[in-house]
Nanobody, 123 residues
Framework: VQLQASGGGLVQTGGSLRLSCAAS????????MGWFRQAPGKEREVVAA????????YYADSVKGRFTISRDNAKNTMYLQMNSLKPEDTAVYTC?????????????????WGQGTQVTVSS
């Protein structure tokens, strides 16, 4: 599967953005999906993950209650709705796919990666 993330941009503190991850092919529903981010000088971290059907989700503690991950298998697309953005959310956000049967938070479980999209939150 090929993945392409979009929707990043510059937003003020407290603002919102919605990221999209478009997948190629007709087997999108067979992949667990995740959003990861990497800020300058920091390690990549998981933001959120979602199961194949969308019935199971995982969120990093730092984004719980502010971010919502979802997917539309009919449209081969995953989303990340980001609300109440903070400067510490500034990073390059990347979507990834896994054939793992669990909703994984480990980057090592993800074999398919899209290009990143920059999210910058100004204070």
């Amino acid at each position: 599967v090929q993945l392409q993330a979009s929707g990043g941009g510059l937003v003020q503190t407290g603002g919102s953005l919605r990221l999209s991850c478009a997948a190629s092919g007709r087997t999108f529903s067979t992949y667990g999906m995740g959003w990861f981010r990497q800020a300058p000088g920091k390690e990549r971290e998981v933001v959120a993950a979602i199961s194949r059907t969308g019935g199971i989700t995982y969120y990093a503690d730092s984004v719980k209650g502010r971010f919502t991950i979802s997917r539309d298998n009919a449209k081969n697309t995953m989303y990340l709705q980001m609300n109440s953005l903070k400067p510490e959310d500034t990073a390059v956000y990347t979507c990834a796919g896994t054939t793992s049967l669990i909703t994984s938070r480990a980057a090592s479980d993800y074999a398919y990666w899209g290009q990143g999209t920059q999210v910058t939150v100004s204070s």
